[in-house]
């Protein structure tokens, strides 16, 4: 548990965020969620979004299993489920999303889908208190803590980072989409998350593959010394205003 600690306090020196950064696993068998210290059962179905809140808000280590998901988007982004014909049809988000089936149905093909069947459970838990080791650290913040995030990504090797969305499906785009590419991905998230997950209107989630996590970390460090640094510093300089009334009120006293 010590190295997820110091992984976090590394993270918090950079970013300084309001809510615990989370270590995400993906579980192939159900059983292996026995293994998992101080692991909390949702009492009823939720949402995938809501175990993240959970662990993000309270610190708790949740598990959620694919018969205790109640998202149906989730569901098939995270291969809970393989996708049936009402969805890969578009019925999903014609009217709601798109006007026309045709639309709806390029959405639906387009969402990141991990492989049917492979994982059958997920974990999340505060990075500073799991014992076990995440497959991604999932993290919400504003957009200046995003753009530290995408900054120390790009520090060793130089490029952008380019976010591919829909509006909705924040499930898809931040863990099926991490575990597809391999890559940072920066996303917004979805209704459903902002409704029941207690998202604000302010944040973005980042998701980091635990395998360039250190290369972020040493990005952040060497660019905040370079001088970029979260809070934003702010350009304190005289108040040309105050100058120009300072100037008027000595005219006045010469009358």
Same mark, same amino acid.
């Given at each position: 548990?010590? =190295?997820?600690?110091? +992984?976090?306090?590394? +993270?918090?020196?950079?970013?300084?965020?309001?809510?615990?950064?989370?270590? !995400? =696993?993906?579980?192939?068998?159900?059983?292996?969620?026995?293994?998992?210290?101080?692991? =909390?059962?949702?009492?009823?179905?939720?949402?995938?979004?809501?175990?993240?809140?959970?662990?993000? /808000? /309270?610190?708790?280590?949740?598990?959620?299993?694919? @018969?205790?998901?109640?998202?149906?988007?989730? @569901?098939?982004?995270?291969?809970? !489920?393989?996708?049936?014909?009402? $969805? *890969? %049809?578009?019925? $999903? #988000?014609?009217?709601? /999303?798109?006007?026309?089936? @045709?639309?709806?149905? =390029?959405?639906?093909?387009?969402?990141?889908?991990?492989? /049917?069947?492979? #994982?059958?459970?997920?974990?999340?838990?505060?990075?500073?208190?799991?014992?076990?080791?995440?497959? $991604?650290?999932?993290?919400?913040?504003?957009?200046?803590?995003?753009?530290?995030?995408?900054?120390?990504? +790009?520090?060793?090797?130089?490029?952008?980072?380019?976010?591919?969305?829909?509006?909705?499906? &924040?499930?898809?785009?931040?863990?099926?989409?991490?575990?597809?590419?391999?890559? *940072?991905?920066?996303?917004?998230?979805?209704?459903?998350?902002?409704?029941?997950? *207690?998202?604000?209107?302010?944040?973005?989630?980042?998701?980091?593959?635990?395998?360039? &996590?250190?290369?972020?970390?040493?990005?952040?460090?060497?660019?905040?010394?370079?001088?970029?640094?979260?809070?934003?510093?702010?350009?304190?300089?005289?108040?040309?205003?105050?100058?120009?009334?300072?100037?008027?009120?000595? %005219?006045?006293?010469?009358?």
């Amino acid at each position: 548990m010590g =190295k997820w600690k110091e +992984l976090d306090d590394r +993270l918090n020196r950079y970013l300084r965020l309001a809510t615990f950064p989370i270590g !995400v =696993k993906l579980i192939e068998n159900k059983e292996e969620l026995k293994n998992i210290s101080r692991l =909390k059962k949702p009492d009823k179905k939720i949402a995938l979004c809501q175990i993240f809140s959970y662990s993000r /808000y /309270y610190g708790w280590t949740m598990g959620l299993t694919e @018969e205790e998901n109640i998202c149906p988007l989730a @569901e098939i982004a995270i291969g809970f !489920v393989e996708p049936y014909d009402i $969805f *890969l %049809e578009g019925y $999903f #988000f014609v009217g709601r /999303y798109h006007e026309t089936q @045709e639309g709806a149905k =390029k959405t639906s093909e387009m969402i990141p889908k991990m492989p /049917y069947g492979k #994982f059958s459970a997920i974990v999340s838990g505060a990075l500073d208190r799991i014992d076990y080791d995440p497959d $991604f650290l999932m993290i919400y913040g504003n957009s200046a803590q995003m753009l530290r995030i995408i900054q120390g990504a +790009l520090w060793k090797e130089g490029g952008r980072v380019t976010m591919s969305t829909f509006g909705d499906a &924040v499930c898809a785009d931040t863990i099926s989409n991490v575990y597809l590419t391999g890559r *940072l991905q920066v996303a917004l998230p979805c209704l459903g998350d902002r409704r029941f997950g *207690l998202a604000k209107d302010s944040d973005l989630v980042a998701s980091i593959p635990l395998g360039i &996590v250190d290369s972020v970390i040493e990005g952040l460090e060497g660019t905040h010394r370079a001088g970029s640094r979260y809070p934003i510093p702010y350009e304190i300089c005289t108040p040309e205003f105050f100058l120009k009334m300072k100037s008027q009120i000595e %005219e006045a006293k010469k009358r």
